[in-house]
């Protein structure tokens, strides 16, 4: 069963593509420049394309780009608090939990912008993984991450890699190999 679809789509470096992702954890893989953020949009509906459409299931996609200074004056906690009233199956224990593996008590009150490239992705990572969205979207959620972050995504997203009914797409320049992918997508 599908997750979500694009069919035909088209805009800037995506071109006439056609592509089905299943449930589990999916990888878009390529270089810079080879319209991996962008096809990301795409499916969020970030951004509209010229030609083709995406079919996207109920219960969301989730995608949150907070590299827009419009955002830094927020705290981390304002950010998921936001966050957890658009989603409705917000796992609020879950956030709990990653929170302290990923040591970002310490920075709940501050503003995103007091933040280092790698605890700003963690606010997103986070955030992301808790939304209880049917498909979730990730650009480059380990660049910037210590060792000891990236295992502890990486030994969720393995358990993850089973879900039958959920669908994570993370685009990166390669695909992890402790990691079983659903399905790769390589736009080089």
């Not at 069919?7 to 800037?12: I, M, N, P, S, V």
């Not at 299931?57 to 827009?68: K, R």
């Not at 700003?120 to 808790?130: C, D, M, P, S, T």
Request: charge should be negative; hydrophobic fraction near 45%; proline fraction near 5%.
């Amino acid at each position: 069963m599908f997750q979500i679809q694009a069919h035909k789509l088209t805009r800037g470096p995506i071109q006439n593509l056609t592509f089905t992702w299943p449930a589990g954890v999916s990888w878009i893989c390529g270089d810079e420049g080879t319209g991996k953020t962008t096809l990301l949009r795409l499916l969020a509906g970030d951004l509209q394309p010229t030609a083709g459409k995406v079919m996207a299931p109920e219960g969301g996609v989730f995608w949150l780009d907070l590299q827009d200074a419009v955002h830094d004056a927020m705290t981390v906690q304002a950010c998921w608090q936001m966050q957890g009233t658009r989603w409705p199956h917000w796992n609020e224990a879950l956030l709990q939990d990653l929170t302290e593996a990923l040591d970002m008590h310490r920075h709940l009150d501050k503003r995103l912008d007091m933040l280092s490239a790698g605890s700003r992705r963690k606010v997103v990572v986070l955030a992301a993984l808790a939304s209880g969205a049917a498909v979730i979207l990730l650009d480059q959620p380990f660049a910037a991450l210590d060792l000891a972050s990236t295992r502890v995504i990486h030994a969720y997203l393995a358990e993850a890699a089973e879900h039958p009914s959920r669908a994570w797409i993370i685009a990166d320049y390669e695909a992890p190999n402790d990691v079983p992918p659903a399905c790769v997508l390589r736009l080089d």
